[in-house]
Nanobody, 116 residues
């Protein structure tokens, strides 16, 4: 069965860094583009970043461009999001996500709190 498990969230001070991971199983990870999305408290889902199946092409939301880096390890079946220069507005639950035909798959999310 398809499973996405995020980890790496936590409390960090403004200007700090975190690396999120998403461990994938139950599908052929290397054949699918992957995404990170987030949901801030009391707000809707916000797309953060996409990466193609080989990891060679990435796209970012303007709000995180230059601060976040998406990557993947197709051998380890893991998606990453490295976040630098974190701001209070980055506080959210972060989810990894993919869509394949009629299937949409999400993890349980990992909470990132940016606060002094």
């Amino acid at each position: 069965q398809v499973q996405l498990v995020e980890s790496g969230g936590g409390l960090v001070q403004p200007g700090g860094s975190l690396r999120l991971s998403c461990a994938a199983s139950g599908f052929t990870f290397s054949t699918l583009p992957m995404s990170w999305v987030r949901q801030a408290p009391g707000k809707g889902l916000e797309w953060v970043s996409d990466i193609d199946r080989g990891g060679g092409a990435t796209v970012y939301a303007n709000s995180v461009k230059g601060r976040f880096t998406i990557s993947r390890d197709n051998v380890k079946h893991t998606l990453y999001l490295h976040m630098d220069n974190l701001k209070s507005e980055d506080t959210a639950v972060y989810y990894c996500f993919f869509t394949a035909g009629t299937l949409d798959a999400w993890g349980q999310g990992t909470l990132v709190t940016v606060s002094s």
